[in-house]
């Protein structure tokens, strides 16, 4: 077990020989340039601006090329040469949509890329968050290391005395076993620990594309002001995509509309026949007749316009449900600040005071190896505690502000 604990440190040397130094303003950066996932919503903003470009523009206009009244039977048959109907027209055709129509295309391609941007700025606040979160995760799994170890040093001296207490005849000789014990206890800790280290190091990987990111500076100093994060709900992404959709929505809603208009097209022909009888040059207009609008046009309207108010009414509900969820985070934090102070006015100083006394009781005799040992644990126990809180602290601030602060993208 001695030798396990020893190896843990040659493997997590190991794994930094080629780190990489990061701040925490640093990975946050380097996720805004790197993160995949960021990258693949920007192209699709790109593809929206692009399909904006033809939203609402003419179809292609159409071109036809026939023979018209070739004759097949009676003593003209088969000699249009001879037949003065017989004639090669080329046509061209526009088919022109009503104004409205185009005009609701080009409103949902606007909201197409509105909604896109949203996409894209809800997708960098996720991946700044993730980032952070996995700098957070690292930065504290190195404390918890260095702390454990800093009270395996400290417990050094009462493992030496373990053969000399045994000698003199103040202990018995199972009590030599225990400095054993107790080490692979604190080896099995500091073993879940160090995989704590790998595992954060691995998630800031994926977030910034560094192989082995190491963290560098000081966490993040954010000040958290309710009031101002309450009233910026609104400008969020998650409600901002929903204000997107409803102009998706109402785009769709004035498409439906514009059916009830009437659409027309144009077309020009030209007509060859034998130059005996001479060419002609046609041209027609046609129009739509949306005349059975209660059947066809209306339900469709009625469709869209349902279809309007509900995404109006799920904007409602994720508004509530944000704000219920702001509200239990600020009451995690305040919960963990106490959490936080208790454990480092109270509980620390009290095994501290603890593991010195039983640790003098030991030397004058009046107590036994085993309760020294328990009080250097407990105090062990204790110091990582106040580490954990301290991370939740930290990731209590991290998440609320790059969740709910208007300015985290």
């Known amino acids: 077990m001695r ?12 794994s930094l020989v080629h780190a990489t130094p990061l701040t925490y303003d640093g990975a946050l950066k380097l996720a805004d340039q790197t993160a995949p996932t960021l990258e693949a919503k920007i192209s699709d903003v790109k593809a929206a601006r692009s399909a904006a470009i033809a939203a609402g523009r003419l179809p292609d206009p159409k071109a036809s090329l026939g023979i018209n009244d070739f004759p097949i039977s009676g003593p003209l048959a088969g000699r249009p040469d001879l037949d003065n109907f017989s004639m090669v027209t080329l046509e061209l055709s526009q088919d022109v949509p009503n104004g409205a129509k185009r005009r609701a295309a080009r409103e949902r ?13 809800g997708e960098a606040r996720n991946v700044r968050l993730n980032a952070a979160l996995a700098w957070i995760d690292l930065y504290y799994a190195e404390r918890r290391v260095a702390t454990l170890d800093e009270i395996d040093r400290s417990l050094a001296p009462l493992r030496g005395t373990a053969a000399s207490r045994l000698a003199s005849g103040a202990a018995r000789p199972g009590e030599t076993l225990e400095p054993e014990q107790w080490t692979a ?27 082995a990111p190491e963290v560098s500076g000081a966490p993040p100093d954010y000040t958290i002001d ?10 969020l992404p998650a409600i901002r995509d929903y204000d997107a959709r409803v102009r998706q929505a109402d785009a769709d809603l004035d498409a439906a509309k514009a059916d009830k208009h009437p659409d027309w097209g144009f077309s020009v022909g030209y007509s060859h026949r034998d130059p005996r009888f001479g060419d002609y040059l046609s041209a027609k207009a046609t129009v739509s007749l949306p005349l059975f609008a209660s059947t066809r046009q209306d339900p469709i309207i009625d469709a869209r ?13 994720a508004l509530r449900e944000m704000l219920a969820a702001l509200d239990s985070s600020l009451a995690d934090h305040v ?7 208790r454990a480092s ?4 100083p009290l095994a501290r005071q603890r593991a010195d006394l039983e640790t003098a009781s030991y030397g004058a005799g009046t107590a036994g190896l085993i309760d020294a040992l328990s009080a250097f644990l407990a105090l062990a126990e204790a110091r990582t505690a106040v580490i954990d809180r301290q991370a939740d602290v ?3 601030s991290v998440r609320i502000v790059l969740t709910y602060g208007r300015d985290a993208q």
Request: no cysteine.
């Open 109 to 121: 391609a606007t909201a197409d890329i509105g909604a896109a941007e949203v996409g894209r700025v």
């Open 305 to 317: 316009a349902e279809t309007a108010s509900r995404v109006r009414i799920e904007r409602q509900a």
């Open 394 to 396: 930290e990731r209590d």
């Open 185 to 211: 206890a604190l080896a099995d800790r500091r073993a879940a620990l160090v995989a704590e280290i790998g595992k954060a190091r691995a998630e800031l990987t994926r977030w910034t594309g560094e192989s």
């Open 226 to 235: 309710p009031v101002a994060l309450r009233n910026g709900l609104d400008e």
């Open 345 to 348: 006015d109270t509980l620390v």
């Open 3 to 14: 030798s396990a604990y020893l190896l843990a440190p040659a493997i997590l040397f190991a």
């Open 335 to 341: 919960m963990h600040h106490e959490q936080l102070s």
